[in-house]
């Protein structure tokens, strides 16, 4: 599987923009970027994916570099309750059905 | 639409005891996974299904079996509980569509101790 690295931990204050990295140098011109989160006791919930451009939703933007080597995750206002783990996940859709999940970053956002 | 659910929430089983965990989800997802999360690690996958009937193993299948008899339900088993299985579990399903078949949504998961 396509590997990705992630810092262990990353702290924001809240209501400021959070930048969370994510390198995945090995990726295949098949792999989606995924992201999902972990809020603390619950299951992990999709956040955002893309393949090539850069993606926005209700909940995150997502900068795909122009080589695809790494991505950005951009939460434009953190809040506590976004306050999680972070996991960035490579996906080829093929016929491998499992989504690796790493260890991800830890958010901490400050009041 | 209540998602994905999870049945039981908790659970203590005693080495050697059997039980069943049951997923439900109502979004008509063609795919459902059986995941298990150890303290302070990520989440690994033990089977999964690609549709009603079907079932595979994912990486971690010994000492588990799974059943998909409807679209909508996906159960794991464990025949002879033992420690190591001790963990929470998590179910998701996601839809066939290309490009969304990696979008899983996840239920709330299933704290199982063996004690």
């Known amino acids: 599987d396509a590997k990705t690295t992630q810092p262990n931990s990353m702290e924001s204050n809240e209501e400021e923009p959070v930048h969370l990295p994510c390198n995945h140098s090995?990726?295949?011109?098949?792999?989606?970027i995924h992201w999902y989160r972990q809020l603390p006791s619950q299951g992990p919930e999709y956040v955002i994916h893309?393949?090539?451009s850069n993606v926005n939703n209700r909940m995150a933007s997502l900068a795909i570099a122009e080589d695809r080597k790494s991505s950005t995750l951009i939460l434009h206002r953190a809040t506590l309750r976004d306050a999680a783990v972070y996991y960035c996940?490579?996906?080829?859709?093929?016929?491998?059905?499992?989504?690796?999940f790493g260890k991800g970053t830890l958010l901490t956002v400050n009041p | 639409n209540a998602g994905v659910t999870q049945t039981p929430k908790f659970r203590v089983l005693k080495t050697g005891q059997s039980m069943t965990l049951l997923c439900a989800q109502d979004m008509n997802h063609e795919y459902m996974y059986w995941y298990r999360q150890d303290p302070g690690m990520g989440l690994r996958l033990i089977h999964y299904?690609?549709?009603?009937?079907?079932?595979a193993k994912g990486e971690v299948p010994d000492g588990y079996n799974v059943s998909r008899l409807k679209k909508q339900n996906f159960l794991l088993g464990l025949e002879s509980a033992a420690p190591s299985q001790t963990s929470v579990y998590f179910c998701?399903?996601?839809?066939?569509?290309?490009?969304?078949?990696?979008?899983?949504?996840f239920g709330p998961g299933t704290r199982l101790t063996v004690l």
């Open positions: 090995t990726i295949s011109g098949t792999d989606y």
């Open positions: 998701a399903s996601s839809p066939h569509s290309p490009g969304q078949r990696d979008t899983q949504y």
């Open positions: 299904s690609v549709g009603e009937g079907t079932t």
């Open positions: 996940i490579l996906a080829s859709g093929g016929s491998n059905y499992k989504l690796t």
């Open positions: 893309g393949l090539t």
